[in-house]
């Protein structure tokens, strides 16, 4: 049973009874590493040799006795005792009883009763120290656990208390041990601050394990609080009945604050989510309404396009929640230096329609930074007033005026404006507000269908007048054709009628009948200038340069003008008879007249007075000109009409005009090299100047009006002509004409009769007198046919309108005099003659 390892040390004073316990223990197999006499010599060995046990006498020599160098030995050593004593008296046992030890050997003592009492201290020590040890381990373990321990006994009294637990309740196991755990261990509900039961008690009320209710606060000894989460178990000792309890719990506010996190997170999350999901669906809509507008404005015309715009920018302003929103023009008037504003399109909330309603250029400040930084980045967008820097000043005051928070600015290009005007596109709120990037795609979306719309509006608008004035050519052709068909036909009647008058007036005999017969004459000659006139319209004439006395042939023209004006309009004429002369062609210059008074007339429907003055003027370049004047007291041309009135197909009469009368005089008057020039006050009437080089020596021919019989220039002597004409009142009178003038007369009324008559005989005739217009063909075919045969042939050719004018270039080149329908007597026997005579005509064709 002994173990040879033991080692005993043996305090004795008496040192035969130490030998003798020391030999007696040895013998039977003990290790005795010593005898000590004092308590320091068993300190100082006990150090040194660390016995198992000692044998320790009560008395001791010295001042120290056996009991209290045993509790030296204990408190330092741990070394369990023996005591030796001789006497077993109470007062001595009850002081020994104190330092436990493990065993009495009572002097004198026998040798197995010694063995034995040792044996079993010694048995006794090893099991203590393995009982110490394994409670060290299980305290040290307890201590050393991350959460918190609480054991209590079966009342619930606290016995164990670990350094978590201390830390976390703010008890020191000290003061917790023996209080009731519900004193140290104190939780209340985090939701309403209940005092929750404490599990450990529930454990050992229900014999089961029992889990913290979640959201549990334990309130520490300091007042302050800590979330927890805990669990308490019930204690059974090894019969099987309770014992205690104990608690674990551990200190959970990280972990909350973590979750607490992750919620907030999660929340930012989903609020994020649901924000992305509003704006996607704001912008569905926003781009389905865009869509909607650009589909709507696609189908406006240039009549209902601004109702259709106002429309849309009403739908954009309620979408955007806008106070107001409009397109702007802001033009620099160059005449009074200032900024015009207009609304272009708008629309605003009622409470703010006020503002807008004086919407027709109307002088504005110049807000140059606004203009500037819109120009640059093409949208400015204010959030709030003062973001607007300081140079900003004009636009901050305006906008504080008109009550205007924030505000979006697009320039708005437009294909073909002129730099002088700008378009804007403005919305505003009167409070604040974020406009953001996501918005103002939007506004620039708009301010583009804008544009779009205006271009296209314009751009059909252009193709509309384009067709317009397709149609308008193409029916002036038309008309044209017409006109030049009846001139022709009126020609020919004229010949005759003109004619006969001449030859009654020439006899001179019928006295009677002399008046009457110039009356005659005379209508018939105004209406070979009316022809001429249609002709001019239809640019068909031949044009024939005379010296000509303009105020003569205003003069002339009196009638006809008062006739073409009206009643309304008071007429008055300042001629300057006389010196003045101008090469010009008579029928043209009738027209220029005639398209300047009709004019005039137009801008005075309501009556007014129309005065034609000609006077001495002077040209560009200094020389002597005729200076001629139409003034109205009309409507007045503007500055930018007067710019476009020279245009062909310009007009602002609409369908009435045709947009043709100024052009013609334009065309015509630089076919005489001259000018023309516009005075007018808007309002108060207009006066058109023309100024064509003039000749202060030569007199006026015009063969038109006098009938100057010359004797000489019209006899004949028995020439013989062949008259090509198809027109049988104009043969007849013709061929009965000259007959009576002594020449031999043949009619052929056709190009092929013709042709056939002259190659029967070529040198039959002296003379080929034919009309340009003929049923199989044109009198350039009879020219060229016959001066094949004979080159030298003289010829005359004779129209009243030319269709093409390429014969008379022809006739020209080949020296064919023209003789122009319809002709007096007079100038057709001239003709005749000068031609037969081989006398150059004075024939200037068109240019
Ligand atoms: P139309 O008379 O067919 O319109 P015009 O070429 O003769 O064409 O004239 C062009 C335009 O010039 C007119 O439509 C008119 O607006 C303007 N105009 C011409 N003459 C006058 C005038 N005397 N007073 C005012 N406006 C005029
Ligand atoms: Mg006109």
């Not at 008879?577 to 137009?602: F, P, S, T, Y």
């Not at 129309?610 to 409507?635: H, Q």
């Not at 007959?739 to 007369?745: F, G, L, P, T």
């Not at 052929?748 to 034919?770: S, W």
């Amino acid at each position: 049973m002994n173990t040879p390892t033991d080692k005993i040390l043996v305090v004795e004073d008496e040192r035969l009874v130490a030998e003798d316990i020391a030999e007696c223990l040895r013998s039977v197999g003990y290790d005795v590493v010593g005898t000590a006499k004092s308590c320091a010599e068993a300190v100082a060995q006990v150090e040194e040799e660390r016995p198992d046990l000692v044998l320790m006498d009560i008395t001791l020599r010295g001042d120290v006795d056996g009991i209290e160098t045993a509790q030296i030995l204990k408190d330092r050593f741990s070394t369990p005792v023996v005591f030796l004593t001789a006497y077993s008296q109470k007062t001595i046992l009850d002081r020994a009883k104190v330092v436990e030890p493990l065993g009495y050997v009572v002097k004198p003592f026998d040798e197995s009763s010694l063995v034995s009492t040792v044996e079993m201290a010694l048995h006794k020590a090893r099991v203590d120290a393995a009982l110490r040890k394994s409670e060290e381990w299980f305290s040290t373990t307890l201590r050393s656990i991350g959460d918190g321990v609480i054991a209590t006994d079966e009342h619930g009294k606290v016995r164990f208390l670990n350094k978590v637990a201390e830390e976390l309740t703010g008890w020191g196991a000290k003061e917790a041990e023996t209080r009731h755990i519900s004193e140290v261990f104190v939780v209340r509900s985090a939701k309403d601050d209940s005092v929750i039961s404490i599990p450990a008690i529930e454990a050992m009320e229900t014999g089961q394990v029992v889990d913290l209710a979640k959201h549990a606060v334990l309130v520490r000894r300091d007042g302050s609080r800590i979330d927890v989460n805990d669990s308490g178990a019930p204690i059974y000792d090894n019969e099987g009945s309770l014992a205690g309890s104990v608690l674990v719990f551990r200190d959970v506010t990280e972990a909350k604050q973590h979750e607490a996190e992750m919620e907030r997170y999660r929340e930012q999350l989903e609020t994020m989510v649901e924000e992305r999901t509003a704006k996607l669906h704001w912008q569905i809509k926003m781009e389905s309404l865009m869509t909607s507008i650009t589909g709507n404005l696609l189908r406006l015309t240039a009549e209902n396009w601004r109702e259709g715009f106002n429309a849309a920018l009403e739908r954009f302003g309620a979408a955007v929640d806008l106070d107001a929103i409009a397109v702007w023009r802001i033009e620099n008037d160059p005449e009074s230096d200032q900024t015009l504003m207009s609304r272009e399109a708008g629309w605003a909330k009622p409470e703010f329609a006020h503002r807008d309603e004086e919407a027709s250029r109307v002088p504005v400040t110049k807000m140059t930074w606004l203009r500037s930084r819109t120009d640059e980045t093409g949208c400015v967008a204010i959030s709030e007033l003062s973001e607007m820097p300081a140079e900003a000043v004009v636009e901050k005051s305006v906008m504080e005026a008109e009550g205007i928070g924030a505000f979006v600015n697009l320039r708005i290009e437009i294909l073909g404006e002129d730099d002088d005007v700008r378009l804007t596109l403005f919305a505003y709120v009167s409070g604040p507000r974020e406009w953001g990037e996501d918005n103002l795609v939007f506004f620039q979306m708009l301010a583009g269908a804008y544009k779009n719309t205006v271009e296209r509006v314009a751009m059909e608008e252009n193709r509309l007048a384009l067709t317009e004035q397709l149609h308008q050519s193409q029916k002036l052709e038309a008309v044209g054709k017409l006109t030049g068909g009846i001139a022709h036909d009126f020609n020919n009647m004229l010949v005759p009628i003109i004619g006969y008058a001449d030859e009654i007036l020439e006899d001179g005999g019928n006295g009677d009948y002399y008046s009457e017969v110039t009356e005659i004459r005379r209508a018939a000659v105004s209406a070979a200038s009316l022809t001429r006139q249609l002709l001019a319209f239809s640019r068909k004439q031949v044009l024939q340069k005379k010296q000509i006395d303009v105020g003569e042939l205003v003069g002339g023209m009196h009638r006809l003008l008062e006739r073409l004006i009206g009643e309304d309009i008071r007429f008055k004429l300042d001629l300057d008879h006389g010196d003045l002369h101008v090469e010009a062609d008579r029928g043209q210059l009738e027209q220029v007249i005639m398209n300047l008074c009709v004019n005039a007339r137009d801008a005075m429907p309501d009556g007014g007075d129309l005065r034609i003055c000609t006077k001495t003027g002077l040209t560009a370049e200094g020389g002597v000109a005729l200076r001629l004047e139409v003034a109205d007291s009309g409507s007045g041309m503007s500055k930018e009409l007067i710019e476009k009135a020279f245009d062909p197909f310009f007009t602002t009469k609409g369908m009435e005009g045709t947009g043709l009368g100024l052009s013609v005089v334009l065309g015509i008057i630089e076919q005489h090299n001259g000018t023309v020039e516009i005075n007018s006050v808007l309002g108060r009437g207009t006066r058109f100047i023309i100024q064509l080089p003039a000749d202060l020596s030569k007199k006026s021919v015009d063969g038109v009006v006098d009938v100057k019989v010359n004797a000489k220039a019209r006899s004949g002597g028995g020439e013989r002509i062949l008259l090509v004409e198809d027109e049988p009142g104009v043969a007849q009178f013709v061929s009965r004409a000259l007959a009576r003038n002594s020449y031999k007369v043949e009619i052929a009324m056709t190009v092929g009769a013709g042709l056939e008559a002259f190659n029967a005989d070529p040198d039959r005739f002296d003379l080929v007198l034919t009309d340009a217009m003929l049923p199989d063909g044109n009198g350039i075919d009879v020219v060229n046919a016959v001066r094949e045969s004979r080159p030298n042939m003289p010829m005359l050719l004779s129209s009243g309108y030319t269709d093409d004018r390429s014969y008379l270039d022809e006739a020209q080149n080949q020296g064919v005099p023209f003789l122009q329908k319809p002709y007096p007597l007079e100038e057709l026997y001239s003709s005749v003659r000068s031609a037969l005579d081989g006398a150059p005509i004075d024939v200037e064709l068109p240019a």
